[in-house]
Nanobody
Framework: QVQLVESGGVLVQPGGSLRLSCAASGSISSINDMGWYRQAPGKQRELVATKTSRGSSNYADSVKGRFTISRDNAKNTVYLQMNSLKPEDTAVYYC??????????????WGQGTQVTVSS
């Protein structure tokens, strides 16, 4: 089994910063591609940032220059550093990881979501 646990979502003022974490545990051989998505009330889930196993990153235009996706392989943890936050960044944020299990099979796993609210 593989579990993802997200953390870091809180209420923050506009212009503030947050770092979200997505920790994977279980029968993991490697974490390959990774991504962060978000879903605001009444809207569809949208891509925020992705990073391939080769290190190539991609960001939504709305977050370029403000958000950074990264990983700590030793901790099996993926991060989303968010700076210069805006009210429109308010959403539930989800991580998605492509994980190769010890069995050798690869699957996509989603975190449970963490609420980020940007408001004064």
């Amino acid at each position: 089994q593989v579990q993802l646990v997200e953390s870091g979502g809180v209420l923050v003022q506009p212009g503030g910063s947050l770092r979200l974490s997505c920790a994977a545990s279980g029968s993991i051989s490697s974490i390959n591609d990774m991504g962060w998505y978000r879903q605001a009330p009444g809207k569809q889930r949208e891509l925020v940032a992705t990073k391939t196993s080769r290190g190539s990153s991609n960001y939504a235009d709305s977050v370029k220059g403000r958000f950074t996706i990264s990983r700590d392989n030793a901790k099996n943890t993926v991060y989303l550093q968010m700076n210069s936050l805006k009210p429109e960044d308010t959403a539930v944020y989800y991580c998605k990881l492509r994980i190769t299990r010890i069995s050798g099979l690869s699957f996509d796993y989603w975190g449970q979501g963490t609420q980020v609210t940007v408001s004064s």
